[in-house]
C-alpha cells in the first residue's frame, strides 16, 4: 500500500478557540493508482495532501507512506524521505523567478547531488512539451508552460508518489485538461502513484477512483467502471 491513513485528525486554533479541518479521516492508496480527492473548498483536501507530504503534523491518527510512518519522522529524516518519495505539484506553481525553466527543474538534482542536473532538467522540460522553453523565465512563460515546468521538476528525481493539489486551479479548462492528461501520462510510463486534490467534478472523473471529502470526512469513495 502506497498510502495508508488511519483516524487522522486535524485541529488548529482560529481566534483562541479549535476548529477541526479533518475529523477521523482513513484512506488507502495502492501504489500506481490515481486517485482524486475532491470536495467543497474548506473541506479539507489541501490539508489532507499537505499531512501526506509531512508539511504538517496532525493532531491524531496515523500515515504511512510505502511503509514509513511519516508521523513519526524527524525533521531531517523527513526532508530525506520527501526527497526520495514524493513530488508535489501547486497550484500556483511555486517557481524561483529568478531562475530559467531548466535551472527551475535542476533544483531536486543539485541538492540531492545529482550527475549532470541541467542536461537531466533539459531532457525532463522535453518530456513535458517545453524544450524550446528552457532559457525562459517564469515571467516569460503561460500558466500552463509554468505548471508543466513544476510539473517537470516534481518528477525529476522519480519519486513513486507524485501529490498535485489543484493543479488546475489558476487554468482555463484547456489547458487545464492538457495539464491532467500530461499527469496521467507521466503516471502510467513512470508506474508511480498520483494523488490529486481537485473541486472540479471532470478532472476527478478522469481518475481511477475519486474520494469524496465534506466537513472532514470522507462521504465517499468509489471506483470507476
Given amino acids: 500500500m502506497m498510502i495508508r491513513v488511519r483516524d487522522l485528525v486535524m485541529r488548529l486554533e482560529s481566534g483562541g478557540r479549535p476548529v477541526t479541518i479533518l475529523d477521523g479521516v482513513s484512506l488507502d492508496v495502492a501504489a500506481g493508482e490515481v486517485v482524486a480527492v475532491t470536495g467543497p473548498s ?66 531536486p538534482l543539485e541538492l540531492a547531488s545529482a550527475a549532470e542536473p541541467l542536461p537531466t532538467a533539459a531532457r525532463l522540460l522535453g518530456e513535458v512539451g517545453l524544450a524550446e522553453r528552457a532559457h525562459h523565465y517564469p515571467a516569460q512563460l503561460s500558466g500552463g508552460e509554468q505548471q508543466r515546468v513544476a510539473i517537470a521538476r516534481a518528477v525529476a528525481l522519480s519519486p513513486p508518489l507524485l501529490l498535485a493539489d489543484e493543479p488546475t486551479g489558476n487554468l482555463d479548462s484547456t489547458t487545464g485538461g492538457a495539464i491532467v492528461d500530461l499527469l496521467l501520462a507521466l503516471n502510467r510510463e513512470r508506474g508511480s502513484t498520483l494523488l490529486l486534490v481537485t473541486h472540479d467534478a471532470a478532472l476527478a472523473g478522469r481518475a481511477a477512483r475519486a474520494v469524496a471529502l465534506r466537513d472532514g470526512r470522507v462521504v465517499n469513495g468509489h471506483h470507476r467502471a
Fill in 42 to 107: 474548506g473541506s479539507g483536501k489541501s490539508t489532507l495532501l499537505g499531512l501526506i507530504a509531512g508539511l504538517d503534523t496532525p493532531s491524531g491518527g496515523s500515515i504511512a507512506v510505502d511503509g514509513v510512518d511519516v508521523t513519526a519522522l524527524g525533521e531531517a529524516e523527513l526532508a530525506r524521505f520527501r526527497r526520495r518519495t514524493i513530488g508535489f505539484v501547486f497550484q500556483s506553481y511555486h517557481l524561483i523567478p529568478t531562475l530559467t525553466a531548466a535551472e527551475n527543474v535542476a533544483v
